[in-house]
C-alpha cells in the first residue's frame, strides 16, 4: 500500500480532521497553558492511535506499540513542538512488514508540515543505544505507551530506569558537563535581552535534567516553585510558537509585547521579569541539585575506602564540622546552622551566615537558607552596627559573593533586609550593551568595588554605593536622581549617619558624570571641570566616585570600559582634584596643541592642504590589570573650510575604518606674514574592519579628491549598499538632540543622541554647515547602538549662540537625523556614518 492509500480508525480523526480539531484547540484563547497542551497531547494521542490500529491490522504486526517520548511523553505538547516517537517492538515482524507499519504513522505526520524525531528500535536496541546516547536515554525516562502492547513498554520502561539508576556515578556526570556546554552556547536565561526558553541556562532542558536526577534516586530537586518556574517558560513557549507560527524558542525583542499581550501582562518588561524570576527559580534548584549529586557521589565512592580502614562495629562517620562564625559551621563543604544556634533569636544570623560563606568561598546550605528565612526576625532599623558590617564583608568578598547573594535572593531574605530592591529584582535592561539584569548588574558591581577598594579611604561607602548605584531604574524621572533619595534611605537603614548616608546619596546621583563629562566634555574647558567639582563637593568624594565609575563600567559589559576611556576619566579626575585642593584653573592657550599636532598644523599651514599620519598606539593596562589594546590614532590636520567633517568621515567610510572615537578641534596659526590662519586638527581613534590599515598617502589623496568635489562619497557609499544590503532590525527610537545646559562658556554644546547607523556623522555634519554655525570641537562616541555626540559650536563670531539660535539649530539638526536617510547614505554596515562599526566611548543609562 502506498502512503497515500493510508486509512484511519473509525474511532479517530483522519489527517484533515485532526488538523481541524487541532486549529481548534490552539485558537481557544480560554483554554492555554497546562490543560492546552494535556489537551493537545491526547487530541495527538488519539489520532496516532487510530493510524497505529488501523495500519497494524493492516499490516498483521502484533507484538509493537507506538511510544511517546520527551516532553510529548510528558503530555507538555507546545503548538510547534516536534513529535518524539518511538515504535517498540518484539522483533517477531517481518521487516517489511514493519516498514510499512512506519511509512503508515511517519507518513500522515509530514503531510501535516509536523515535526517528527521517530526511531523504530526492539526494546533491546533501545536500551542499547539508550546506553550510548545520553539524549536517547533522558528521551525515554519519559517514556509514555500511546497504543499498542502496554506490556512491552511497562518492561522497556522498568528496564530503562534500572540502567539509569545502576548507571547513575557514570550518566550524572555526564549529564552535568551536556548541561555546562548548554549554557556555554545559549546563556544564561535570567540576563538576557533574547533568551533562549529552552536551551539557555535556566530554561525548560534544566527543568528535564532535574527530573532525571530525581529519577535516579541520587538526590532531588528542591520542590518549591519549580512547578509553577516551568509553567511560566512552557506558558511563555507556546505564546511564541502561536505569535510567529514557528517552532523557535528564543523570546525575540520584536515579538515580546504580541507574546506579553498574549499571556495577559501589560508589557514586555512584566514578561521579561516574570521569565527572569522563573530562570532564576531553575537555576537555583540546579545549583543545589548537582551540589548534592557531587556530594552523594563522592560520598559513595569513598565508602569502600572507609571500609577497609574501619575495624567491625565502628559505624560510618558523620562529616567533620568546622567553625565559621557565631552559630554557623562548614560541614561538608556547605555552611550550615552550629547545633546551639539559635536563629529565632539572632536577627544577624543571615547576614553573619552570607558573610562567612562568601569569606571562606562556600555554599550556603538550601536547609539554612530557608530556615532563616522562616525562623528569623527582622532587623532593628536603622541595623545594628554588626549587621552593617556583616553586609560590607559580604559586600568585599569579590566574586565569591555572587553565589551567597542568590542564595539570599532564592528565599526572599534580600527583600526582607533592603526592600527597596524588590524595584529592582530581575527588571531587565533594554540597553544591549549591559550584560546583566539590574539587580545582578549591582551585585556584579560590587564584586567589581571589591577590587578597588584599596585605592579609596572609605571601602564601606563605595561598596554600599556600588551595591545602590542603579537602585531608581524603573522609577519615574532619571534613574540618578530618583536613586538619590532612595540610597539616602537604605544606607540610613543600614545603619550609616547622616553624613555618610549623604555621601552614598552623592555618588548613586553622580555616577555616571565622571564618564559621561569625560567622553562627550572638553576638559580644557575651565567651565567643564569647575561643574564637575561643584557636583563632587570634596576630594574624599572625588576618590569615591572615581572608584564607582570604573567597577560600574567593568560590570556593564565587555563594551562599556577600555584603556582610552580610563585615560580620560582618570585626566578628569586629577584636573577636579586640583580644583578641589584651591588651585587655580588655567585657562587654555589658544591654538596650543601637542607636539605632533602642532608638527602637522604647521605642515598643513605650509602647504594649504590636509596633513595625515597614522600612529599605533601601544597597548595600555585595563582596569583589572590586564592590557587592553587602543587602537590606531589617526591625526589630520587642514586648513578649515566648509565640508571637513562630513568629508573625512566619508572617506574612512569608504577605506572600512572603525572608528572608536573622534574628536576634532579649531586653532588659529600664524601664516607666514604674521596674519592668523584658521586650521582643523582631527584625531580619531580607528581600526581596520578587516584586512590591513590603508595608507595615510591614500587616505590624504581620497580626503583632498572629497574636498574639491572630484570624489563623490555618497554615490560610492550607495552603490556599496546596493552591492551588500544592510539587514534591518528592530526599529530603533527617533534621534533627540537637544543643547546642554551651562555646557560651557566659550561655546553652545549641542549633544546628540541617536541610533549608531550608516551616514550618522556625515548627516550630523552637513546639518551644522547648513544651520550655519561652527564646530569649535566635536567628542563623538557610542555605546552598543547607541550614540551620544557632542558639538561645541559658535556663531560666525565665534561666540556662542543665544539660547533661541542654538535651540534653532537643535530643532533644525534633529529634523534633519530624522528625515528618511537617502539611498546615497545607507552605507554597508555601521558605524557612525562610516560604514563600519566603533567600540563604545559612552556609559548611557548605567
Not at 563605595?462 to 522609577?475: E, N, S
Request: aromatic share 2%.
Amino acid at each position: 500500500m502506498t502512503r497515500n492509500e493510508t486509512t484511519t480508525g473509525t474511532d479517530a480523526p483522519g489527517p484533515h480532521g485532526y488538523a481541524a480539531a487541532r486549529l481548534r484547540l490552539l485558537q481557544q484563547e480560554e483554554r492555554s497553558g497546562p490543560p492546552r497542551r494535556a489537551a493537545l497531547a491526547r487530541l495527538t494521542d488519539d489520532w496516532l492511535t487510530g493510524l497505529f490500529t488501523a495500519a497494524a491490522v493492516r499490516t498483521g504486526v502484533r507484538g509493537a506499540a507506538l511510544v511517546a517520548v520527551g516532553g510529548y511523553g510528558r503530555g507538555e505538547l507546545s503548538p510547534r513542538s516536534d513529535l518524539d516517537l518511538l515504535l517498540l517492538h518484539d522483533g517477531a515482524a517481518a521487516p517489511a512488514a514493519l516498514a510499512a507499519l512506519a511509512d503508515a504513522l511517519w507518513y500522515p505526520v509530514w503531510d501535516l508540515g509536523l515535526a517528527l524525531d521517530h526511531s523504530v528500535r526492539t526494546p533491546g536496541e533501545a536500551r542499547k543505544t539508550a546506553g550510548e546516547d545520553l539524549k536517547v536515554q533522558l528521551g525515554l525516562l519519559d517514556a509514555r505507551p500511546v497504543a499498542g502492547d502496554l506490556g512491552l513498554v511497562a518492561s522497556l520502561r522498568t528496564a530503562v530506569l534500572a540502567d539509569w539508576r545502576g548507571q547513575a556515578p557514570r550518566r550524572l556526570p555526564a549529564l552535568l558537563e551536556l548541561g555546562r556546554e548548554r549554557a556555554e552556547r545559549a546563556g544564561e536565561l535570567p540576563f538576557l535581552l533574547e533568551p533562549d526558553l529552552k536551551e539557555a541556562r535556566g530554561g525548560l532542558r534544566d527543568a528535564t535534567a532535574l527530573r532525571a536526577v530525581a529519577a535516579s534516586w541520587v538526590a532531588d530537586a528542591p520542590r518549591d516553585g519549580l512547578d509553577r518556574a516551568r509553567r511560566v517558560l512552557l506558558d511563555a513557549r507556546d505564546a511564541l510558537h502561536l505569535a510567529t507560527g514557528r517552532a523557535t524558542d528564543r523570546l525575540a525583542l520584536q515579538e515580546q509585547d504580541q507574546v506579553a499581550a498574549a499571556l495577559g501582562l501589560p508589557d514586555a518588561d512584566t514578561l521579561l521579569r516574570q521569565v527572569y524570576e522563573a530562570a532564576r527559580t531553575v537555576s537555583y534548584a540546579t545549583d543545589v541539585t548537582w551540589r548534592e549529586v557531587e556530594r552523594v557521589l563522592r560520598a559513595r565512592s569513598a565508602r569502600p575506602r572507609l571500609r577497609a580502614l574501619l575495624t567491625g562495629g565502628l559505624g560510618s562517620q558523620a562529616p567533620e564540622r568546622a567553625p565559621l562564625a557565631d552559630g554557623v559551621v562548614d560541614a561538608d563543604g556547605e555552611v550550615v546552622l552550629a547545633r546551639a544556634a539559635r536563629p529565632e533569636r539572632d536577627p544577624v544570623l543571615a547576614l553573619r551566615a552570607a558573610a562567612a560563606a562568601a569569606e571562606a568561598g562556600l555554599p550556603l546550605s538550601r536547609h539554612l537558607v530557608r530556615h532563616l528565612a522562616a525562623t528569623a526576625p527582622p532587623l532593628p532599623v536603622p541595623w545594628p552596627p554588626e549587621a552593617r558590617e556583616e553586609l560590607i564583608t559580604l559586600l568585599g568578598a569579590g566574586e565569591a559573593t555572587v553565589p551567597v547573594w542568590e542564595a539570599l535572593e532564592a528565599e526572599g531574605i534580600v527583600t526582607r533586609l533592603l526592600p527597596a530592591w524588590e524595584h529592582v529584582h530581575c527588571r531587565p535592561q533594554r540597553n544591549p550593551v549591559h550584560t546583566w539584569t539590574v539587580d545582578r548588574h549591582l551585585v556584579e558591581t560590587a564584586v567589581r568595588a571589591a577590587s578597588l577598594t584599596r585605592r579609596v579611604h572609605r571601602p564601606d561607602l563605595l561598596l554600599v554605593a556600588a551595591l545602590l548605584h542603579d537602585i531608581g531604574k524603573g522609577r519615574p524621572g532619571d534613574h540618578s536622581v530618583a536613586g538619590e533619595a532612595v540610597a539616602r534611605d537604605t544606607a540610613a537603614r543600614i545603619g550609616f549617619d547622616q553624613q555618610d548616608a549623604g555621601v552614598v546619596a552623592t555618588l548613586v546621583r553622580h555616577h555616571l558624570l565622571l564618564v559621561e563629562t569625560a567622553t562627550r566634555r572638553d576638559l580644557d574647558d575651565p567651565a567643564t571641570v569647575r561643574a564637575v567639582a561643584a557636583a563632587v563637593g570634596d576630594a574624599s568624594t572625588l576618590e569615591l566616585l572615581h572608584a564607582l565609575t570604573e567597577a560600574d563600567a567593568l560590570a556593564t559589559g565587555p563594551a562599556a570600559w577600555s584603556a582610552w576611556r580610563a585615560s580620560l576619566v582618570a585626566d578628569l579626575v586629577e584636573r577636579v582634584a586640583a580644583v578641589l585642593a584651591g588651585k587655580p584653573v588655567e585657562e587654555p592657550v589658544e591654538g596650543a596643541v601637542g607636539a605632533e599636532h602642532e608638527r602637522l598644523a604647521v605642515e598643513a599651514l605650509r602647504t594649504g592642504g590636509p596633513v595625515l599620519a597614522l600612529r599605533t598606539r601601544a597597548e595600555e593596562p585595563h582596569g583589572d590589570g590586564e592590557a587592553a589594546p587602543v587602537g590606531v590614532e589617526l591625526l589630520i590636520a587642514l586648513p578649515d573650510r566648509p565640508g571637513v567633517l562630513p568629508a573625512a568621515a566619508g572617506v574612512l567610510a569608504l577605506h572600512r575604518l572603525t572608528v572608536r572615537s573622534a574628536d576634532l578641534r579649531a586653532l588659529e596659526l600664524p601664516d607666514e606674514v604674521g596674519e592668523r590662519a584658521d586650521l582643523l586638527l582631527l584625531a580619531w581613534r580607528v581600526a581596520a574592519e578587516y584586512g590591513a590599515l590603508p595608507q595615510a598617502a591614500r587616505l590624504r589623496a581620497d580626503l583632498v579628491r572629497a574636498l574639491d568635489g572630484s570624489l563623490d562619497i555618497r554615490a560610492r557609499l550607495a552603490e556599496r549598499e546596493a552591492a551588500h544590503p544592510r539587514r534591518r532590525g528592530v526599529k530603533a527610537p527617533p534621534p533627540r538632540v537637544s543643547v546642554a545646559a551651562a555646557g560651557s562658556r566659550r561655546a553652545t554644546v549641542i549633544e546628540v543622541r541617536a541610533q549608531d547607523a550608516p551616514g550618522l556623522l556625515h548627516r550630523i555634519g552637513r546639518a551644522l554647515e547648513e544651520s550655519a554655525v561652527r564646530v569649535r570641537s566635536a567628542h563623538v562616541s557610542t555605546l552598543g547602538a547607541n550614540a551620544v555626540d557632542a558639538f561645541y559650536v559658535t556663531g560666525a563670531d565665534g561666540e556662542p549662540l543665544p539660547p533661541e539660535r542654538a535651540a534653532a539649530v537643535a530643532r533644525e539638526v534633529e529634523e534633519a537625523l530624522g528625515r528618511p536617510r537617502p539611498d546615497s547614505l545607507r552605507a554597508a554596515g555601521s558605524g557612525r556614518g562610516l560604514g563600519v562599526v566603533r567600540g563604545p566611548d559612552t556609559l548611557e543609562g548605567d
